[in-house]
């Protein structure tokens, strides 16, 4: 009896803990929602998995989940760019899950050329945009819309239809060009008109030589790598996105009114002596810009459908844009369409591809601006009742017509479009359990062609002056003629790589690349022209093919065509040991059709270090405040064969004057150019110090860059000394030049309370561009924009060369006392003695400053409250000039600009305005007058947003609805008195200079994203 109780309790104890056992070893259902603990936004595909199982699921798109599981267990929560989490059921049936995305930039996965990298692993300089971030600006091309948004890269947007930006990553290297390459999935490419804004996932710009470098010979200017958009894991979505804008000018060039005209026109005239002008039949006052400018209509659309499951995945994209321009009548129209196609064969194999469609249509500005500039405004626009056009005043009748006219005469004489087609189809094998092999072809083929016509004049009025009355004219010498061009542009790619990526034992990491690629690209391009001497062809389109006019009638033709190879094989290693030392080391050989086969081939590499100095054991006094440090450096060398044409090693003829002998003329052919046999590749060598920092809880990031990038042997051309003969134009390699610089960027990301979050980012940058020299025992300079723009040595790359003005001269005692030209009369310009010998001679031109901005910066705030959000961002540069090119013209009289209300007229009136005197050459000669600072601060977009709450919009089965209203480019401040501060830096050697440049307008746009 005695033993039976003793066992009762042990007994007893044994059931209770075989029922607890049992009740939590027991599957309970568990639900919960995951959000992002900083944005406060729901996260789905999140990972959910039960601990030590493969028991798992996924968040759906409203961040929920549920899952079955022992009472027991423990849930593991993982999401790219966040920190997993690990939280024990206990028996709970609702666990919401917060996940920090601390680690997000650092656990982001961008692109290093022939693979992908996380950001915390790089030892380069390379900074990524969100697609997200990129869809908020109202663009037909995507790289405008990171203007101010990443530091080292300069863009330059035009107002132009269609048009595409200028990029510059880290100055100017070269004295050719200084574009980047792009790589759209790994297609390398020249420029990306063909993709559509809404369809990016991640842009990453590789702006250190050490990036670059695995893309040989075409990487040298920096990549941008741009990913599109793929199908999330598991899910069929549908999204539409939709926006309307009307762009409007909001500053224009300030010139006189007709009263104003008549001022300072009458002054000039007295000035010269000269009788005064008869203004009675010159009543009008018009102000040409506002006619020929309008607001106009831009319209943006985006179809997206997407589908992923276990073995394939599926995109499909469609976008339409359409541009009216600020110009009257100016228009583009963009249509788009992609198609991505991956399929799992199994776990090993997969194959897939995509195919990009691309049609383009535009009607070009039949008007430059800069007639609405210099048209005289007494003139009105068309004669009451006949409705003729009035001509200009005879002063400028010959040079400057009708804008009104003009864009009348030309509108819908042109018709412009084009095809482009590109694609890749790939094979991918897994094999030996850490290799994977991949072969991609790509291919990209363009087709361009344009038709123009040009009609007859139309009849016009002459406004009666003096003795001369009103009268009618049609000028009867003018013929209708046809024009016509036909492009073709024909690029093939492959690339075969390799890739081992291991987690080896005790902390070690080793990831291998390897592979070979070839590029071929070959153009055709023809055009002609034809004037009927005899017949008029009619205006309509369907005849305006060459065909239309007899070939015995005057005619121009023209074809060229092109045809190059590269080939290239490379490697690159990275290594990390316990994720805080790291080592990424390139090499690659790449070979150029362009050189000459003894210099077709080079070879060239780069290597990184990096250093995770907060995960050291040392650090953790630190932790509080400093969240992760990480230090890194790296050097690169890489071949750049950017700017040089096919063949120049090579001597070509072109034809040359003509000989008469007897009865017979006979042709002459001379050199094109002198080649230089030994041409070859530029070298340019970069070094890369860095440091990234997060601080106060990851809220505050501060990333700091230093670089110094050497080009070697620039490629480019000149005429030898002593000749003014383009046929001894000399292409070589030719001198050193440097750019060193730093970027800053800042950020800081922050909740208030539960409902409201912000970030802050800004960027700045400062590159210095100097030539250390130009030629080996001569030294040579080179010329833009007629000598105004320089290249020499220890100088910036096209500086600005010119008079320096100190005042006007007031009167002859100013003359006497001050240096001056012979010719120079009082209310002349009065410019610096340079080199001091008493007299102002070319000798004293001297340097005035640069087109190119040393100064970049962006701002951008955004704001979360509940279901809205607002952004506000802004972007400048600073300490470059701008050469109002426009103000020197003086081949006719020209409307007056408000600055000549102020000019010299008697000692004293003015000391920087010269005399309203159109004879004094010595007063448009190129110097500091005709310079204005470029500094310049734009508000560049603000924008407010507002998404339907989810369990409103899910009950019609939609996932979110997002409305929004922006404005962007609302206001700059600057002192430039162009249409827009932007500095004009497509030509290298010849920037800076505003010559009627296309206003870059204020957009106000309303907009739907709708995802289903």
Known sequence: MK????????????????????????????????????ARVSLPGTSVVVKGTTNGTQTDVNGKYTISAPANAILVFTSIGYDKQEIAISGKTEINVTLTSTTQQLNQVVVVGYGTQRKRDLTGAISSVKGEDISKFTVTNPIAALQGNVAGLSIVNSGTPGASPVVRIRGIASTTTADPLYVVDGLLQTNIDFLNPNDIETIDLLKDASSTAIYGLRGANGVIAITTKRAAKGKTTVSFQTNVGIQHVNNKIDVVDANGFKKLYSAQLANLNAAPFDYTNYTANTNWQDLILQNAV?????????NNNDKSTTVFNVGYSNQDGVVKYGNYKKYLVRLTEEIKLNNNIKVGGSVNGFRWTQDPTAVGLNAGVYAAPIVGVQQPGTGLYYTMPSFQRAQVGNPLYAIDRGRGNSINGGYRINGNVFAEVRFLKDFVFRSTFYTDLGFNNARSYSGLPYTVVNLGEGTTPTATFFDNTVRTSVSQSANEYRNFQQDHVVTYDKDLANGHRLSVTAGFTTFHTSSTLLSGSRTDTTLNVPFNSDLWYLNIINANNPVSNSGSGTLETQAGGFARASYAYKNKYLVNATIRRDGSSRFAPQNRWGTFGSVGLGWVASDEDFFKKFAPAIDYMKFRASFGKQGNQNGVQPNLYQQTLTTASTAVFGDNVYPAIKYAYRPDSNLHWETVTGIDVGMELRLLRNRLTVDVGLYNKTSDGILTSFVLPGSADQSQRYYTNLGKVTNKGIEVNLGWSDNIGKDFSYRINTNFSYNKNVVNSLGNSTEFKLLGNG?????????????????????????????????????????????????????????????????????????????????????????????????????????????????????????????????????????YLFSSYYLEPGDYFRLRNIQLGYSLPINVVSKIGIQRIRVFVSGENLKVWTKATGYSPEPQLGDILGAGADNGTYPVPAIYTVGVNVTF
């Open 298 to 306: 831009i319209n943006t659309n985006n179809l997206t459908v997407s």
């Open 3 to 38: 033993g039976i109780f003793t066992k009762t309790p042990v007994l007893i104890a044994f059931c209770c803990l075989l029922f607890i056992t049992s009740v939590f070893a027991q599957n309970t259902t568990v639900t919960g929602v995951v959000t992002d603990g900083l």
């Open 787 to 923: 000598g105004n723009n320089v290249t020499e040595s220890s100088q910036s790359i096209g500086y600005f060369y010119g008079y320096k003005q100190v005042g006007i001269y007031q009167s002859t005692a100013d003359l006497t006392n001050q240096p001056h030209f012979s010719n120079s009369l009082p209310g002349d310009i009065a410019y610096a003695d340079i080199n001091g010998d008493g007299q102002i001679t070319t000798a004293d031109r001297t340097y005035l400053g640069t087109p190119f901005p040393p100064y970049s910066y962006g701002l951008s705030v955004s704001l979360g409250y509940k279901g809205f959000d607002a952004l506000l961002s802004g972007q400048g540069v600073a300490g470059n000039k701008i050469w109002l090119q426009r103000r020197t013209a003086n081949f006719a009289v020209l409307n007056y600009e408000s600055n000549r209300l102020n000019a010299w007229t008697a000692p004293g009136t003015s000391n920087v305005e010269p005399i309203l005197d159109n004879s004094r050459g010595n007063n």
